[in-house]
């Protein structure tokens, strides 16, 4: 399983991006998804987690109401839609997979998800 993200780049405080993460297997629909990320000097951290069902999703709180995750099982691809973009949110984006996951469970610790993609950067700057 490959997963390729991307859609980062440098937007100005208040604005908005779309994360794509583009996995490769056909049977992706049945797995769960979430982005994570890393800013410099600090841990990894959840950000938002989706079912493969896509009818349960989580987002850490720093993110609620801001940031929306979704999927389209036809295109293999999970989002992650930011908008109201601050400079705490600049980063490393990571998507995860998880395969074998139940249908309306979504997973929000790291080391549940057993597929990863490369990263991409976000920076929140004026």
């Known amino acids: 399983v490959q997963l390729q993200a991307s859609g980062g780049g440098l937007v100005q405080p208040g604005g908005s991006l779309r994360l794509s993460c583009a996995v490769s297997?056909?049977?992706?629909?049945?797995?769960?998804a979430a982005w994570f990320r890393q800013a410099p000097g600090k841990v990894r951290e959840f950000v938002a987690a989706?079912?493969?069902?896509?009818?349960?999703?989580e987002y850490a709180d720093s993110v609620k109401g801001r940031f929306t995750i979704s999927r389209d099982n036809g295109k293999r691809t999970v989002y992650l839609q930011m908008s109201s973009l601050r400079p705490e949110d600049t980063a490393v984006y990571y998507c995860?997979?998880?395969?074998?996951?139940?249908?309306?469970?979504?997973?929000?610790?790291?080391?549940?998800?057993?597929?990863w993609g490369q990263g991409t950067q976000v920076t929140v700057s004026s």
């Open positions: 989706l079912s493969w069902s896509s009818g349960d999703s």
């Open positions: 995860a997979v998880r395969t074998g996951a139940r249908h309306s469970v979504y997973y929000i610790a790291a080391d549940e998800y057993d597929h």
């Open positions: 297997t056909p049977t992706f629909s049945r797995y769960a």
